[in-house]
């Protein structure tokens, strides 16, 4: 095996044999064990959420296909309407095209070939982070099956009438001209604008302090033009008397009711508010409680209309109602429009004041423009028939949160749920399955040939709707319709409901919620019955990566690594404000100076499982990928080793007589112990303890300890032939054993060594993924020999501290001296003088007795037992001490030096918080250094 472990010249090479192989199909025995992974946007390039994401189920899936279980991790990817769109959008605009010059079906094609051609990066980069799903499964859900189930469950669900059409509130993006859902709305903090407006009271009333005009708060003031009411709390003293008389509508001219309603702060503001329920969604609720008329005033480009358009409540048209609105308005845009009113209110005498007010400006995450809540005809599932079910499978257990306070979200959302919006203008997607005939009413059905069928229209002229579904309608459907679903396929009879859903918690509701609910209804099972929610992964810092904070990490760049120009280049691409792309370049270089080293995708995938503590966001720290690049090439080191002294030799494959020592007992035993933490960690979804405690056995004890105890019975030409035989296979068969259990965390250096050192431990078979897992043996777990060896190391690590304290050369021979031996000691010390005499280069170990004085020594316990080293002849005292008075003198002055800024009340009130942390950090540190130099001075001295 080579010397120097190199990732990338294994890691390709192992994951195109295994997909090649099929290694990734179900092919266990035993119970089925399903994943479906949860599809990343066709459009999407790998983020450091996947890659934890995909970590964590590759870990469990890996796990339970060595566990024998029948395996299926089902992968396939989202359509993304909106993003796909515009990105085929933007090339026609580089060509001076729309979509609307090609038409529908034109456009359509168009979108197929970019998919073709460049909708598999994201494919192509999970195969990067060694993730064993079954690729001969793939999904798309455009493709022929899913839209077919796609289909079949909007019929389905219309038919049982949970689907109906209505006009209500949505998200406007008044750019791609579509609805869109809460989580493609990002809330921007902006500085604006409170504009205090009067609105006349009507005849002739006033107000208790004699006003004859209420003041109404906006932030929005064009949207004044649609205002349907004035409200007041209705235990609000100051306009109780007001309640069911009118105000008149500036610019407009029309009376609006003055109402009462809960909704209202008295404490905020003059304690009135505008009602405009065709523009908040707010407002929209008190609306419906007060049967106020919606007004619309808005177009879908956001524009003012010439005449409003006026509902009812159940979307008819309210025709009676006067929609005039000022002409000089009509057609601006809502901002232009803003500017005009308020300088109309100004001319008018009815501007109160203008404040300065923070807010939060809604806006689309893919067109940046500001959304606007908008009245229009939408598609929607009335969701709380299908809520009460969803509720019920989690309160009963059927579906367990881990951890389980997540409940409490999802139960929180679902009983005050409200209608689902999935109608999408767009043209890529799934095209909604309706048709109108020239009277406008509305026919669903699977296709144009059975709505007519169905209700007997002959040949009538059918228009099928434009709209498309939202892809959350889809998606919510992906565990069953991936298996094969309308159809009762082997498949989904086998691997549905599925295990464990691993997800983050912003999507338990757009996502999670809505699978239970479709699920539940269409198909009568949970969709899986574990939901792992983990956190977001952020800087190491704790703030959320984004681009516009120039702290995004890119997995694949820490896996193969990135030079520094090019790290900054990529951070800085696109950036319209060249004063933020200096700050990130400036921020890139301070951080990464020397670029992105490669680690590899092994201990990238360690450090997202050790992070990975239950619903905990993630601080991603480059240190800990470094730390398990170091853990890797301990393991590639250690089985250097191993094959250094068991290749060709005799490791007793054929079960020939052997001798076990104690440190062979004791590996043995410890790793028992290790067996069952990973298990029992892993079945509880504690990755990050699984992590730890497969790392601390390998380090602390196999590579630490065991290879270094070993070396005198392999290198002792005396050693009885059973006695070397049994180290041999001892190392070699714990060496395989640790290969089991780190795989999951570790795919490719694990089978990389352990196809090295399979014939040698006696095992078979072409793929370690393919080994049963390790399950620990009650009877090989000896108490006895690790208390041996927990004494055998305190006793080495005694004599270790006291040759660093003191300085004394690891090439130089002492003598030691024990005092306070107990009997056991003395065994102990019986059995284990030779190894420790070896291993410790100690010149001579004897007891001291009753009668004898204690030598001038350093010392060192071992429980109640000392370990003494006399110091005669080792060191030369005086240099010594002259040696730390300087180091103790150097370290008073930087106490002295911190300190003193930290003491300068005008520097802590002037510097940063995290300057602050740094410098109380340096202190902190400086006075534990003096004090444990102090303490060593004294001990020299007292010599």
């Known amino acids: 095996m080579d ?136 999904r798309f859900t455009m493709d022929e099956g899913l839209s077919e189930a796609v289909k079949e469950a909007f019929v389905r669900l219309h038919e049982d009438g949970l689907i109906y059409r ?49 003041i109404v708060a906006t932030t929005r003031p064009e949207t004044m033009l649609g205002d349907s009411a004035v409200a007041v709390n209705p235990n609000d003293e100051r306009y109780q008397a007001l309640i069911g008389k009118f105000v008149e509508l500036p610019l407009v001219g029309r009376r609006i009711p003055i109402i009462g309603d809960d909704y209202c702060d008295p404490e905020f503001g003059t304690g009135c508010v505008k009602i405009t329920p065709a523009h908040d969604f707010n407002d929209y609720e008190v609306g419906k409680r007060h049967h106020l008329p919606l007004i619309n005033i808005l177009d879908k480009d956001a524009a003012i209309l010439a005449k409003a358009q006026v509902f009812n409540l159940d979307g008819s048209v309210n025709s009676d109602f006067d929609a005039s609105l000022p002409a000089q308005f009509a057609g601006l845009d809502r901002f232009e429009a803003r500017k005009q009113i308020v300088a109309a209110f100004d001319a008018l005498g009815l501007l109160e004041k203008i404040d300065d ?57 679902m009983r005050d749920i409200q209608d689902w919006c999935i109608s999408r203008q767009l043209w890529w997607g799934h095209r909604i399955p309706a048709w109108y005939d020239e009277a406008g009413n509305v026919y669903v059905g699977r296709d144009e040939a059975e709505v007519r069928a169905r209700h007997n229209l002959g040949d009538i002229a059918l228009r099928q709707d434009d709209d498309v579904l939202d892809t959350w309608f889809s998606s919510g459907l992906w565990t069953f319709s991936t298996l094969g679903w309308p159809e009762q396929t082997d498949f989904l009879k086998t691997f549905h409901p599925t295990d464990v859903l691993v997800t983050g918690f912003d999507i338990i509701f757009f996502w999670v919620a809505r699978m239970i609910m479709m699920s539940l209804h269409l198909t009568g099972q949970i969709p899986f019955k574990t939901v792992y929610v983990h956190g977001l992964v952020r800087d190491s810092q704790g703030h959320k990566m984004s681009k516009s904070k120039g702290n995004v990490l890119d997995p694949l760049d820490i896996v193969d690594g990135i030079d520094l120009e090019t790290l900054v280049a990529k951070r800085t691409s696109g950036m319209m404000q060249p004063k933020l792309a200096e700050k990130i370049a400036k921020q890139t270089r301070a951080e990464f100076p020397e670029g992105i080293a490669s680690y590899g995708t092994d201990a990238l995938r360690f450090t997202f499982c050790s992070l990975a503590s239950t619903g905990r966001d993630i601080k991603f720290d480059m240190g800990r990928v470094e730390g398990y690049r170091n853990f890797c090439n301990k393991l590639w080191n250690a089985t250097n080793f191993v094959l250094e002294n068991t290749d060709g030799k005799d490791c007793g494959a054929n079960d020939e007589p052997v001798e076990l020592s104690p440190v062979d007992r004791w590996i043995i035993s410890a790793l028992q112990r290790c067996e ?150 003395q065994r102990r010390l019986a059995a284990f003088e030779p190894l420790i005499a070896k291993l410790a280069k100690l010149e001579s170990v004897r007891v001291l007795q009753a009668s004898e004085e204690a030598p001038l020594a350093a010392t060192a316990l071992v429980g109640d037992m000392q370990v003494l080293v006399p110091m005669a002849g080792l060191i030369d005292k005086d240099a010594e001490l002259a040696r730390l008075d300087k180091e103790l003198a150097r370290l008073e002055g930087e106490v002295k030096r911190v300190g003193g800024k930290l003491a300068n009340e005008g520097f802590v009130a002037k510097a940063p918080a995290e300057v602050l942390d740094k410098e109380r950090a340096k202190l902190a540190e400086a006075e534990q250094a003096l004090a444990k130099l102090a303490e060593q001075r004294a001990r020299i001295a007292a010599l």
């Open 3 to 138: 010397k120097t472990y190199q990732p990338h010249e294994i890691e390709s090479r192992w994951y195109a044999e295994w997909e090649a192989k099929n290694y990734f199909a179900p092919q266990g025995s035993g119970e089925s064990y399903t994943i479906a992974l949860p599809p990343p946007n066709v459009t999407g390039s790998l983020h450091m959420g996947h890659g934890f994401n995909n970590a964590i189920m590759d870990a469990l899936i890996r796990f339970r296909r060595m566990q024998g279980r029948n395996t299926l991790w089902q992968p396939g990817t989202d359509h993304a309407g909106i993003a796909t769109q515009m990105v085929v959008e933007r090339q026609l605009a580089a060509q001076n095209l729309s979509r609307h010059d090609l038409g529908r079906d034109k456009f359509l094609e168009k979108v197929w070939e970019w998919k073709e051609e460049s909708g598999g990066t994201i494919t192509r980069q999970i195969r990067r982070l060694g993730s064993s799903v079954d690729w001969s499964r793939e």
């Open 676 to 825: 069952q933490d990973v298990t029992r960690h892993l079945d509880q979804f504690r990755f990050d303890l699984a992590a730890q405690s497969l790392y601390e056995f390998v380090w602390d004890e196999y590579c630490a300890w065991y290879l270094e105890l070993v070396k005198p019975v392999l290198w002792d030409e005396t050693a009885s032939v059973e006695r070397q035989r049994g180290t041999r296979r001892t190392l070699v068969r714990v060496l395989e054993v640790i290969l089991r259990l780190a795989h999951p965390f570790m795919p490719f250096i694990t089978e990389e060594i352990w196809q090295r050192i399979k014939a040698l431990a006696g095992k078979e078979g072409p793929t370690l993924m393919l080994q049963p897992w390790p399950v620990a043996a009650e009877e090989r777990i000896d108490a006895a020999a690790e208390a041996d060896i927990a004494w055998v190391k305190d006793f080495m690590l005694g004599v270790r501290q006291i040759r660093g304290e003191m300085k004394i050369s690891m090439a130089k021979r002492i003598d030691v001296v024990l005092a306070n031996a107990s009997d056991e000691d």
């Open 357 to 413: 007010h923070a807010l939060k400006v809604p806006k689309g995450d893919r067109s940046g423009t500001v959304i606007e809540p908008w009245l229009t005809d939408q598609w929607y599932v009335s969701t709380k028939p299908l809520a009460e079910k969803a509720i019920a499978a989690v309160e009963d257990g059927s579906i367990q949160f881990v951890p389980k306070q997540y409940e409490n979200m999802y139960f929180s959302w």
């Open 166 to 214: 209505g006009k209500r509130l949505v998200n406007w993006d008044t750019k791609l001209h579509t609805a869109i859902s809460d989580l493609e709305v990002e809330n921007h903090d902006e500085k604006g604008s409170l504009w205090n407006l009067r609105y006349p009271l009507a005849d002739g009333e006033k107000t208790a302090e004699g006003l004859d005009y209420l």
